[in-house]
């Protein structure tokens, strides 16, 4: 008897540090342009094995295709992660040498941490939903969103840095990673959400309160404004501000903003022209009736967030951070509760929207029960 689709993934997921093994072995493989046409041997193989395991299926999904592929790669970054925090060796010499040095960085471990550990797990729920006939929409968006601020980050990040004098060709094999992501949010958000449907009175009910009669709401407010703040004075801050505020902020505080490998400053500038405009749309959303949109984006927006400050956070405590760029030991508790504040707003958002949608929905017929199911 076969075993199921996400256990096949599984499976074929943990040959990653194996075929990882051999390369380091093999000093033909160990140049550059070679490790790039191996790189893409290996994901033609992985794709032909993943047409194979799913040969007898009736219809197969397009995205399984992204996720269990994307799930091979998940290893490829934990088998990383524990090399450099050194856990295991001799899987990765040869790549760090002349594939991707950059994966040294402490940014590139935590966000290859995140890779193998979130991404996976996520990857494997939603194949496993997906060949049991449920919904998977919003983990699909919690991921989509967690990997294109992921990769809006990581690619400048090494472009701009002391490694981008120094490109080598695999690293380019990030760009299909950067562009598939979009093609699969474009997918998640074209199909219908599915939801319990809400009873008009419930709904008009709700949407009649002011914002001072939702406390829960009226606190989220709160906490988006101090992101916006938080996120504009950080932009300020590496872009050079010559405020005094700015100054001491990255000398006493947060001089990793300031470490010469890139991601930091990129990240910020990203919050900056990307995050800010979000979370003044959400801020917007959570005081105007009838905002579905808020229900999808801020899945998606907090996914992002997530993932950004889980490598910002971790990146500004590693021992591979110079002890320099390190949040100061005395500072530790502003910083990283602010940090914390900034990846938790979103994702308090997206649940409140989640668990009680009725203040974002438009209203539905009178008679229709809210333990019935519909598309929205």
Not at 268 to 288: D, E, I, N, Q, R
Request: net charge positive.
């Amino acid at each position: 008897m076969r075993p199921p689709v996400d256990v096949c993934v599984l499976i074929l997921s943990l040959s990653a540090p194996g075929v990882l093994k051999a390369m380091n072995k093999i000093p033909a493989l160990q140049e550059p342009l070679p490790i790039l046409g191996m790189g893409m041997v290996v994901l033609g193989l992985v794709i032909l094995l993943l047409l194979l395991t799913v040969q007898n299926q009736k219809k197969v999904d397009p995205l399984f295709y992204v996720f269990a592929g994307f799930s091979f790669t998940c290893m490829v970054g934990l088998t990383n992660a524990l090399e450099q925090d050194g856990f295991i060796s001799g899987f990765m010499a040869f790549y760090l040498k002349m594939g991707e040095p950059h994966l040294r960085t402490a940014y590139a471990v935590m966000m290859s941490y995140w890779d193998g550990i979130v991404h996976l797990l996520l990857f494997l729920t939603i194949i496993h939903r997906m060949f049991q006939g449920k919904s998977y929409r919003s983990l699909g968006l919690l991921w989509a969103g967690s990997s294109i601020g992921h990769q809006i980050v990581h690619i400048p990040g090494v472009v701009i840095s002391k490694y981008g004098s120094n490109i080598q060709p695999a690293f380019w094999r990030n760009v299909p990673f950067f562009l598939v992501p979009f093609w699969a949010a474009s997918l998640l958000f074209s199909r219908p959400r599915e939801m319990p449907v809400v009873t008009a009175d419930k709904i008009i009910a709700e949407q009649k309160k002011g914002l001072l009669s939702r406390p829960v709401d009226l606190l989220l407010s709160l906490l988006l404004l101090g992101a916006m703040a938080f996120s504009v004075f950080r932009g300020f801050v590496v872009l050079d501000c010559p405020l005094d505020a700015c100054f001491t902020y990255v000398y006493q505080y947060e001089p990793y903003l300031k470490d010469p490998v890139g991601f930091p400053r990129v990240t910020m500038l990203v919050y900056f022209f990307y995050a800010l405009p979000l979370l003044t749309v959400f801020t917007y959303g959570l005081k105007t009736p009838g905002c579905s949109w808020m229900l999808d984006w801020t899945i998606f927006f907090a996914g992002a967030m997530a993932q950004t400050q889980w490598c910002h956070i971790g990146a500004s405590l590693h021992s591979r951070t110079p002890f320099t760029y390190r949040v100061p030991a005395d500072k530790w508790w502003p910083v990283i509760t602010l940090n914390v504040l900034l990846a938790a707003a979103p994702a308090l958002l997206a649940l409140r929207c989640h668990n009680n949608p009725a203040y974002f929905l438009k209203p539905v017929p009178e008679g229709q029960t809210s333990n019935k199911k519909k598309k929205n």
